[in-house]
């Protein structure tokens, strides 16, 4: 069977905005709980602060890390809107569907993925 290109972009951009409200749900979850927890107690010694510490940076790159791929979603949004999406930002080959299926707001190509995560 075959699908029409304007109902797959359509598919597409409805995975993509379910991930966007997903995420963003998220996103909201984990500040609400950085903002309830940690707060110093008169009662805390210097175990419970570094702990409360520790977990507040532990909670704060969670939602970096959220934050980072909503960005990816609306990024990946974008494209599809400028009719760019399943090409690779960096060398403009097309990206294999089987990548997009798996990782729908993917902008990479997985050579130029492997090599921008091998700069650092």
């Not at 996103?27 to 570094?50: P, Q």
Request: hydrophobic share 40%.
């Amino acid at each position: 069977m075959l699908v029409h290109p304007e109902t797959r972009t359509e598919d597409i951009r409805a995975a993509l905005h379910v991930r966007l409200k997903e995420l963003e749900a998220e996103y909201s979850t984990a500040v609400a709980e950085m903002t309830l927890a940690g707060v110093a107690d008169s009662g805390d010694d210097v175990a419970d602060l570094g702990t409360k510490a520790f977990n507040r940076e532990q909670e704060f790159a969670l939602a970096v890390s959220i934050r980072t791929r909503v960005e990816q979603v609306e990024r990946a949004l974008e494209r599809l809107e400028a009719g760019h999406y399943g090409t690779c930002e960096n060398c403009g080959d097309e990206i294999p569907v089987a990548r997009l299926a798996a990782f729908p707001s993917v902008t990479l190509c997985v050579g130029c993925k492997s090599r921008s995560e091998s700069r650092y």
